[in-house]
């Protein structure tokens, strides 16, 4: 018998270690965010398809009333950059990233800053399908991504970018999984701070993946976080619903966020440096009939009704805050 119960307590032993290795990961893998997040209303029975499938040259807005922050108000070219950390605990082999889109007036007081993203947005690859690629003239490759030079983006204390992250609550709502308070829609770009508890702030890491002539850091928010029981007409899902419980560590997470936001919003690549084994899913599109009658990957950005003044829209979205906030 002694062998028999050698052998049982070998699997017994090795289901513990299984079951401990799995609580770890789940702690150390697992980005909760920070607070209970607070979203902007996007209701809206009104939304504009936008053509994301070439170089990002040719977007202009429609209504003013699209413009919801008055940080951005004055901005027509934002520059998109990916934020990069890794998770505590993992040996910095696990990574959260997040999206920063910040306005170009961001930077006005620092025009050398301004200069270096210039010269690195030449280098980009302006659509997702054009990584990579010989020049004709000789030039460099174009590539999908820079890393911005720390010394540089250290620097820049003005609040007037939008910062996108995703991670996991318990919450069941739309988007509330991404937090949109102030602190996010108001965001300094030599922030160390995620929108995830666990991230390691110290490490970050910066890079610019593009320049958008019109899509806001906002746009992208509405255009992830359709909530259709507040849309009088029904709108496509932008790849997942984004909800604290809709978060996965491997196949629903932040990474798979930021990829939603570069590919499907802006048209760029959704590459990402280093990420491994966080970074595992490669996000489909949702199909959309541009008016041209051509199919389009891409995802759909509300536009605020057209009867309600800049006041009333800003009054309602406030109002939404404001009962989220009690709940």
């Known amino acids: 018998h002694r062998p028999t119960m ?4 070998t699997v017994l032993l090795t289901i513990a270690v299984i079951l401990c290795l799995g609580v770890i990961a ?30 990002l040259t040719r977007l202009k807005i429609k209504n003013a009333a699209q413009q919801t922050s008055a940080n951005n108000s004055n901005d027509n070219e934002y520059f998109v950059f990916l934020q990069k950390f890794p998770l505590q605990n993992t040996w910095q082999m696990i990574f959260h990233t997040e999206v920063v889109v910040c306005p170009r007036s961001t930077f006005d007081d620092d025009a050398n800053f301004l200069s270096t993203l210039d010269q690195m947005a ?36 003005n609040s007037k970018c939008v910062q996108l992250g995703y991670g996991g609550a318990t919450c069941p709502s739309t ?6 308070g102030t602190d996010n829609t108001n965001y300094a770009l030599n922030s160390r701070q995620a929108v995830i508890g666990n991230a390691m702030g110290d490490a970050k890491q910066l890079y ?22 507040t849309t009088t007409a029904a709108m496509p899902t932008c790849v997942s619903h984004w909800a604290g419980t809709d978060y996965n560590p491997l196949t629903n997470n932040c990474n798979t966020f930021t990829s939603t936001i570069l590919k499907c919003v802006y048209g760029l690549s959704d590459d990402k440096p280093n990420l491994g084994i966080s970074d595992m899913v490669t996000v489909a599109c949702p199909m959309e009939k541009r008016d041209d009658g051509m199919d389009v990957p891409q995802c759909l950005i509300p536009v605020p009704p057209t009867s309600l003044s800049d006041e009333a829209a800003a009054a309602a979205a406030a109002d939404q805050l404001d009962m989220e906030q009690v709940e």
Request: proline share 4%; charged share 20%; hydrophobic share 25%.
């Open 122 to 157: 030449k280098t980009l690859s302006s659509a997702q399908n054009n990584n990579n690629q010989d020049n004709n003239d000789g030039t460099t490759n174009k590539v999908s991504f820079l890393q911005v030079p720390e010394d540089q983006w250290i620097q820049q204390t």
């Open 208 to 229: 610019l993946y593009g320049v958008s002539d019109s899509i806001s850091g906002m746009d992208a928010y509405r255009a992830v976080c359709v909530d259709n029981k």
């Open 6 to 9: 050698a052998k049982a307590t």
């Open 175 to 180: 988007c509330c999984g991404s937090p949109h």
């Open 26 to 55: 789940r702690h150390n893998l697992r980005g909760d965010i920070q607070k209970h997040p607070l979203r902007s209303s996007t209701s809206s029975s009104n939304y504009e398809l936008l053509d994301t499938t070439g170089p």
